[in-house]
């Protein structure tokens, strides 16, 4: 099947954007997407293994991604994401919070 965005290329170049819960369902499909528009995705859930297949999904397809696991219901794995972030990535542009577990 053939997908093509309603958004212009390139949209979020440059740009890094957070996806909560980007391991499966909505929070892949918003991942690749923004992926495509040019952002670098941080895959945020609980799941490695989830996080790490769309990671590779996004790669394989010419985008940007990493995957961090966090428990957004705990404060302290929050925190230690967006220090992660900032530390490798210098901004976040953008969240997508999408996690509810």
């Known amino acids: 099947m053939t997908y093509q ?3 212009r290329p390139g949209l979020f170049a440059g740009q890094t954007i957070i996806v909560t819960g980007g ?3 909505l929070g892949r499909a918003a991942a690749h ?3 495509s528009l040019g952002a670098h995705v941080v895959l945020a ?3 490695l293994e ?3 297949k769309v990671r ?3 790669v ?3 985008g940007s991604a990493s995957a961090v696991v966090c428990n957004i219901r705990q404060e302290e794995s929050v925190v230690a994401l967006f220090d992660q972030v900032l530390a490798e990535r210098g901004a976040v542009h953008g969240l997508v ?3 509810g577990g």
């Open 45 to 47: 859930a609980r799941k």
């Open 23 to 25: 391991g499966t369902g």
């Open 5 to 7: 965005s309603i958004f």
């Open 97 to 99: 919070n999408n996690g």
């Open 50 to 52: 989830n996080l790490e």
């Open 33 to 35: 997407e923004l992926a």
């Open 60 to 62: 394989a397809a010419g």
């Open 56 to 58: 590779d999904e996004i």
